[in-house]
């Protein structure tokens, strides 16, 4: 070590404290000596001249020469010689040379400390004074003592004192470390250390400290080199100073350098030692680092035959090591670049690129590129969390990612949460580490995985290790079956996840119900996710993770269902509610154009399911107007491209075994066949073909529907079947129903359409017994718009077909009849697409009315009827009365030749009429219908006057009153009536007229012709009895110029026949 280094780095430790006068003439008492030699023995006390014990000044005149047996220096204070008031070895001795020359090479130079005295670094202690003498030009050979320091951090250097003398100065070994040599190898040390003997090497057995980190023991091997000091060795042991986790380097190469201006870097890299620290050990190759610059250092340096590597970052005060292992039992092994150091009394440490895990047999969960924090305290507990990415690996589980992976242990009962610790440039903070004698968990924030082909997870995991298997409790947790962005399943509190060491494993969650599919709303319910992959069934257990508790119910093998009790509705219109089943996969479609592509679909379907149709559903709110179904099955499929997630389709399909209207005043429904169909196209309008690809969906465990809806069917949500039922409380009808949801001025509504419809009107509807009217083979229209504030809905209904009777002896309808029925609250006037066709739903007026209108014939035994008839009624079946009016009634007796056309008509008529019926719940009927008397198809033959039709099948005279139509009808007919009568003139050839009351029957008859053969035909009779009329020329009532007889009192019969 060359002397300009050691004078500087003395200069680094002077205390700014003044040094103590040290007066060169006081002293304890004086010796003059002459000039010779003193023989002594060769005891310790016969070689040195100063008295042992005493610290003294000695004064020689004539020149000074070392004894052989050496010269003893004790400092044992401040000032030369023994100050008073004091010990007698408070001060330090000094020779004074007052003449002569002075002679250092025949002695050895004795250095002690006494009187418990330890100077500072930088005291200075002027032993040798030249006063008058020459000044010294010879050097000790030898001296002791100079690395007398307990601690081993300062020695003695021996200095001029600027006057010819020497002086024994206190220097620093280096700022923070220390060498602790054998007591055979100390004074090598201290004269290697110094400038006065500038040994080049020295070897030493001991120790040297990096103060408050490190000792280093072994075989130093130290050299001055090109103004530095180096030091190397191998084999050595550097242990961590100030803690009880026994951190250590064995086995270790170490190298040091010391530069010129008193900065040193130095290294120990070896074999990584944790011991004391029950249950965790450290593996892999560690180094003590330690540099006191501002640059980091990377030397190779050679001392004698050793060489070292110093590779330490600028400022490095640790021990560190990349690729180390740090094994804790029962819970992880950690990899990762860690630096360690240690503060009151705890080992702590930080690392990079960490990576670690939890593992059982096959299956591990932990985390990668993370950092580290860790504390092993002087009770030889261990804090440990260590952060990064997640690492799972386990059979069947893919895409797993969180947002968080800490692996945290706890057996400090300690809270180190928000603690950072920093080593060298890298700092970790425990994130979260409670209070805990015994954590010990991998802890997941914002975890997804995926579970086979059965559901993704998600949620916060907390996973432990417990025998053969990892246990996790996941908080916040969902589990769903998804196809793009659609997706079913459960979310929970808590779901627990066991993973076997042999990779099977089971998972339970059980909780709400969740859907996510476009417009698919109102759900609610529960949910559970269940899954067992072993072969075996599973017992009920319960695991407890991180203070979260879940059982897992027993579990039969190979058990995989996601599985709810839940209520939703489809697009607003259909609800079903029960016990579902949800899977998820991917299936092949055909499209609408015949293409095909693999898409992901998601499943959903139950049976014994409860449900409704229509608007604002469940059934059970008091503002929903529908259906209600009962016992259905349904399945929905949401499918996805999954190379074009931006196309979505939607489709389903239900069965039901009954219905029931909902809220609809005064209407019941029922069926047995209605289906339900959805069927919805992606963006760009491609419907899939469910008929040429159809799609199995699970309903039960053994259970399951076909979904094969025709895309030629178009886009549609529709309830349609064969339904039949009571409408407006008046018309018991039925036919092949269709309703769907569609949205008029903002206005939510139901179009509930009906081919092959059959309505009547009457009583005891469907039995043998009924009698009434009826429409068949007809179409109905019907608009629903729900009420508000749990009033019944609003609707009107119009439906028409061909008009007939059942069970009304004598009485036939033929034509068109019209069923209307207006409970809408407002007029209105909507037409809505009916089968193939359209029916029109038209109310002038907002009051209710429920009728039967039509341009029809009323067939009786007495005369046809034809007008603009309309019907209403009292009363509900079995006691219901229907009563009739009609305007513009034509009345005919007659050949109609069984065509629908008038054109053809041969018979007697009254047109313009009027009429008021009534039919009785017994069948039996009254009529009364009134009009312009007329013939019509025969020639020659001619009728005026008013002509009447009525007849009274009920066996009691009516007369009553009544409104039809808004209007008061008063029908009045005789019992046991029945006539086709009234005033009139009757007239043939225009050469007789009878005036009287005339009567018409029409019979049926077998005519013998001239020729003898014989005609069926119908026959008209005409009569009358006590007419007045004239026979003759001109014999038209009021002619003057008749010629001819007059008749009175007549009775006349006529006969029409027509083939």
């Known amino acids: 070590m060359s002397k300009s280094f050691w004078n500087r780095l003395v200069s680094c430790f002077v205390p700014d404290r003044p040094q103590r006068p040290r007066p060169w003439t006081r002293t304890a008492r004086q010796h003059t000596v002459s000039r010779r030699h003193l023989r002594r023995t060769e005891s310790l006390e016969s070689r040195i001249l100063l008295t042992s014990g005493l610290t003294e000044i000695l004064q020689y005149t004539g020149g000074y020469t070392v004894p052989v047996g050496g010269l003893e220096i004790e400092i044992g204070g401040y000032e030369a010689g023994n100050p008073a008031g004091g010990s007698n070895d408070d001060g330090f001795d000094q020779i004074q040379v007052l003449s002569g020359s002075t002679n250092l090479s025949t002695g050895v130079l004795d250095i002690r400390l006494v009187n418990n005295f330890v100077p500072n670094i930088g005291d200075r202690f002027n032993f040798l004074q030249i006063s008058g003498g020459s000044p010294v030009s010879t050097t000790f050979p030898l001296a002791t003592g100079m690395f007398s320091f307990p601690a081993g951090d300062r020695y003695f250097d021996i200095i001029s004192d600027g006057s010819g003398g020497l002086t024994l100065e206190v220097k620093g070994f280096l700022n923070g470390l220390s060498m602790v040599p054998q007591l055979s190898d100390r004074d090598a040390l201290g004269r290697f250390l110094g400038d006065y003997f500038a040994a080049p090497s020295f070897t030493y057995t001991g120790q040297m400290s990096v103060a408050g980190l490190a000792s280093i023991s072994g075989n130093f091997i130290l050299e001055q080199s090109n103004g530095e000091t180096l030091a190397a060795g191998t084999g050595l042991t550097a242990s961590m100073t100030g803690d009880s986790s026994g951190l250590a380097v064995t086995n270790a190469t170490f190298g040091l350098i010391v530069s010129s201006d008193g900065n040193y870097a130095l290294e120990a890299a070896g074999d990584a030692s944790l011991s004391g620290l029950a249950g965790v050990s450290l593996g892999g190759t560690l180094s003590l680092e330690r540099n006191s610059t501002a640059t980091a250092v990377n030397r190779t340096v050679t001392v004698s035959s050793t060489t070292a590597v110093i590779d330490v970052p600028a400022s490095a005060r640790q021990f560190a090591g990349n690729n180390l292992t740090l094994t804790v039992d029962n819970y992880a092994a950690l990899q990762g670049n860690f630096a360690f150091d240690q503060a009151s009394g705890n080992l702590r440490g930080v690392a990079t690129s960490a990576s670690g895990a939890l593992t059982a047999g096959t299956v591990s969960a932990g985390l990668t590129g993370g950092t580290l924090a860790m504390v092993a305290t002087p009770q030889d507990k261990l804090a440990l969390e260590a952060q990064g990415t997640l690492s799972l690996s386990a059979t069947g589980i893919s895409s797993a990612t969180a947002s968080v992976a800490r692996l945290r242990y706890n057996s400090t009962n300690t809270t180190w949460t928000g603690q950072s610790i920093s080593i060298g440039g890298t700092t970790a903070t425990f994130a979260d580490l409670p209070q ?6 991998l802890s997941l924030q914002g975890l997804s995985a995926r579970l086979g082909n059965f559901v993704t997870i998600t949620g916060n995991a907390a996973i432990q290790k417990d025998a053969t298997e990892l246990q996790a409790v996941i908080t916040n947790a969902s589990a769903t ?60 257990r319960s695991i407890t993770v991180d203070g979260t508790t879940v059982t897992l119910p027993s579990m039969t093998a190979n058990l995989q269902s996601l599985a709810a009790n839940a209520q939703f509705t489809v697009e607003n219109f259909i609800t079903a509610s029960g016990n579902l089943v949800i899977d998820s996969g991917s299936q092949t479609v055909t499209l609408h154009d015949g293409s095909t592509l693999s898409a992901d679909v998601l499943k959903i379907g139950g049976s014994s399911l409860t449900g409704f149709a229509g608007l604002n559903g469940p059934a059970s709110n008091p503002n929903a107007a529908g ?61 899939v073909n469910f008929a040429a690809s159809p799609v199995s969906i699970a309903t039960a465990a053994a259970d399951s529907i076909t979904l094969n809806t025709a895309s030629s069917e178009g886009s549609h949500a529709a309830a349609a079947g064969t339904v039949s039922g009571v409408i407006a ?10 309703i769907k949801r569609t949205v008029t001025d903002s206005v939510a509504r139901l179009h509930v359409g009906a081919t092959n419809l059959q309505a009547f009107v009457g009583n005891q509807a469907g039995t043998d017994s009924a009698k009434g009217v009826q429409i068949s083979s007809g179409t109905l229209g019907m608009i629903v718009v729900a009420g508000t504030s749990g009033q019944p809905a609003r609707y009107a209904v119009t439906a028409s077909g061909q008009a007939g009777t059942r069970g009304l002896s004598d009485l036939t309808l033929s034509g068109t009849l019209e069923l209307q029925a207006q409970r809408f609250g407002a007029a209105i006037d909507e037409t809505i697409s009916v089968g193939s066709g359209t029916v029109r739903v038209r109310h002038d007026d907002a009051a209710n009315s429920t009728r039967v209108t039509g341009y029809t014939t009323l067939g009786t035994p007495i005369a046809d009827l034809t007008g603009n008839f309309t019907a209403e009624s009292t009363g509900t079946s079995p006691t219901r009365r229907l009563l009739l009016a009609a305007s513009g009634i034509t009345g005919f007796v007659g050949n109609n030749r069984g065509t629908v056309t008038t054109a053809d008509d041969s018979g007697i008529q009254f047109t313009n009429g009027n009429l008021v019926a009534v039919i009785n719940p017994n069948g039996t009927w009254a009529i009364d219908a009134s009009g312009s008397a007329g013939v019509t198809g025969i020639t020659g033959v001619a009728l005026t006057g008013t002509f009447a039709a009525t007849k009274n099948t009920t066996g009691t005279d009516v007369n009553e009153s009544f409104s039809v139509g808004g209007t008061t009808r008063t029908l009045a007919v005789p019992k046991d009536a029945s006539s086709f009568a009234g005033t009139a003139t009757f007239s043939a050839e225009n050469s007789v007229f009878l005036t009287g009351t005339i009567a018409v029957e029409k019979k049926n008859a077998t005519i013998t012709l001239a020729d003898g053969s014989t005609v069926h035909t119908t026959a008209v009779q005409i009569g009358g009895s006590g007419l007045s009329g004239f026979a003759g020329l001109n014999a038209a009532p009021g002619s003057s110029d008749q010629t001819g007889v007059s008749l009175s009192n007549l009775s006349f019969g006529y006969t029409l026949a027509t083939p």
Do not use: Y
């Not at 805990?436 to 968990?441: A, G, Y």
């Open 436 to 441: 805990s004698p015994s954590l010990q968990v």
């Open 481 to 540: 079956a998804a196809a793009g962005s659609a997706s079913a399943g459960v979310s929970t509190s808590a779901a627990a996840l066991v993973l076997d060491s042999t990779g099977s494993r089971q998972f339970f969650a059980e909780g709400s119900f969740q859907l996510n599919i476009a417009d698919i709303g109102g759900i609610s319910g529960t949910a559970i996710s269940a899954q067992n992959t072993f072969a075996s069934a599973r017992p009920s």
């Open 627 to 687: 259906i209600s179904l009962h016992q259905m099955q349904f399945g929905v499929v949401a499918a996805t491209d999954p190379a074009n997630p931006g196309r979505r389709w939607l489709a389903g399909i239900a069965t039901v075994e009954s219905i029931a209207a909902q809220n609809l005043a005064d209407t019941t429904l029922e069926s047995s066949s209605l289906a339900l169909s959805i069927n919805r196209p992606d963006s760009s309008g491609a419907l």
């Open 729 to 738: 409380g008046f018309a018991d009808a039925s036919g092949s129903f269709k």
